[in-house]
């Protein structure tokens, strides 16, 4: 059977699993440590070491994908939305393969979760133009074509009165601003209603920890477009890295 790693760095924790890549199903446990204070490359780093000795798995040929909350193009950080500015124009990739002693792949977090919903998910099979969106401490998109990812798209910075709508619309607004499920959903209704705008897609999936209860909130969305829950949620950033670790 076709394995992989898959990593998943989080603004709270740092998730890890070994992926089945046929079935894109976890096939270990899932390991779940703290993300360290300030998030700071070096304690990422040792952190992440932690998660891979406690999955246990020591075949360094097994393809091993980090997924990331940032901007993430050829295997260099950009941005830093929610974590240290250490990130911004990071060689990430290079600095986790030098720490590791070994070859891995670094991925951002929403496009891994869209791969994982694509190739196993809510999104499987699907035609045109699926956005996953991830609602979390701020919002992540992937943008699928046919099956195949446009990576780095980054819906959450669209600009919503003068800053990023994740700030105004990400699931953590709603704990911040003490929003009840229909005032969270009519912020969602903003950005989702933009985004519908401008690129017509075919089919939304949100993802995050959120998409647990998407009874909650997806019947209040008034859209042309489908909208679903993703299938995966929590594994869904570990499965997509490992995925495309693989390819
Ligand atoms: C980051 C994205 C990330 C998203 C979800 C945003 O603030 O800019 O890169 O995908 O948060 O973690």
Do not use: C
């Not at 603004?11 to 894109?24: N, R, S």
């Not at 990130?87 to 070994?102: K, N, Q, T, V």
């Amino acid at each position: 059977m076709a394995k992989a790693i898959g990593v998943d760095i989080g603004g709270t924790g740092i998730k890890a699993g070994v992926v089945d890549l046929e079935h894109g199903t976890l096939e270990s446990d899932r390991i779940r440590i703290p993300t360290p204070k300030g998030a700071k490359p070096a304690d990422v780093l040792e952190t992440v070491k932690q998660v891979l000795s406690t999955l246990g798995v020591q075949d360094s040929r097994l393809p091993l994908g980090v997924a990331f909350p940032a901007i993430v193009k050829h295997g260099r950080t950009l941005s830093a939305a929610n974590i240290a500015k250490d990130w911004i124009d990071f060689e990430a990739e290079r600095f986790f393969e030098d720490g590791l002693g070994r070859q891995i792949t670094f991925v951002n977090d929403a496009d891994a979760a869209g791969v994982a919903e694509s190739r196993h998910g809510a999104a499987r099979d699907a035609r045109g133009l699926t956005i996953l969106a991830t609602l979390g401490t701020g919002i992540g998109s992937a943008f699928l074509y046919n099956g195949v990812l446009v990576p780095n798209t980054e819906l959450g910075h669209l600009d919503f009165r003068g800053e990023s709508i994740e700030k105004w619309a990400a699931y953590s607004a709603m704990e911040r601003d003490q929003l009840d499920w229909a005032e969270w959903s009519a912020r969602l209704q903003d950005f989702f209603s933009h985004v519908e705008f401008l690129f017509s897609p075919d089919l939304f999936v949100v993802g995050g920890g959120v998409s647990k209860h998407p009874e909650k909130f997806l019947p209040l969305l008034d859209l042309k477009t489908p909208i679903v829950a993703a299938v995966h949620r929590n594994s869904s950033g570990i499965i997509g890295a490992a995925s495309l670790a693989a390819d």
